[in-house]
């Protein structure tokens, strides 16, 4: 199937700083790119559709001057939390569809 | 709205023994319906889907599916459990419309622990 490459694995930063995600279709162009967020045992909860050059369309309740999402071509779709604070810590999941879902495996992001 | 439900958060199963994972959906049409697969610390794998057509579907790993429009459900189920089936299991839905499908909404989710 599709590939989805998401990195870093895991990160960990201080608090207010901002941290980049990259969530990149290997063998398949991809207009458009989710990105979900999911609490420690809990579900993936739809942040915000990315669109291949146009603006993100963000789930309400996301900031979207918190996560900017930039989508600048075909295959990379990237997440840069900003300011981030120990409550933005969780795994964040990026998915791309040629015809289905195919996900990245995640990241784990830790503000300290 | 949309919604998916799964009532099992947690279930455990002996090894060899069939399991089903429900998985109920609230929607005005037909969705778009997926089992996922998640081990911890990983992303997402799916199992199987249903767009259309035969409703019990087959997926990897030897798991199928059974879609029932009269009790909204699509249900996982397994004849005989391997320890390496321990994970959790997303039920997803997406509203169904010409040319794919948006985005997918999520159950809780049912962890699943496989004894020896």
């Known amino acids: ?112 | 709205a949309q919604s998916v439900t799964q009532p099992d958060i947690h279930i455990t199963v002996s090894e060899g023994a069939s399991l089903e994972l429900r998985c109920n959906y609230s929607y005005g049409a037909t969705p778009y319906l997926f089992w996922y697969v998640q081990s911890p610390g990983q992303g997402l794998q799916l199992l199987l889907k249903y767009f259309s057509g035969d409703t019990l579907v087959q997926g990897i790993k030897g798991f199928e599916a059974e879609f029932k429009r009269s009790q909204s459900s699509f249900n996982l189920r397994k004849p005989s459990v391997h320890w390496s089936d321990a994970a959790e299991y997303f039920c997803a839905v997406a509203p169904s419309f010409s040319g794919g499908y948006n985005k997918l909404i999520f159950g809780a989710g049912t962890r699943l622990a496989v004894h020896p």
């Open chain 1, 1 to 112: 199937g599709a590939v989805v490459s998401q990195h870093p694995s895991w990160v960990i930063c201080k608090s207010g700083t901002s941290v980049k995600i990259e969530c990149r279709s290997l063998d398949f162009q991809a207009t458009t790119m989710f990105w979900y967020r999911q609490f420690p045992k809990q579900s993936l909860m739809l942040m915000a559709t990315s669109n291949e050059g146009s603006k993100a369309t963000y789930e309400q309740g996301v900031e979207k001057d918190k996560f900017l999402i930039n989508h600048a071509s075909l295959t990379l779709s990237t997440l840069t939390v900003t300011s981030a604070h120990p409550e933005d810590s969780s795994f964040y999941i990026c998915s791309a569809r040629p015809t289905e879902a195919f996900f990245g495996q995640g990241t784990r992001l830790t503000v300290v």
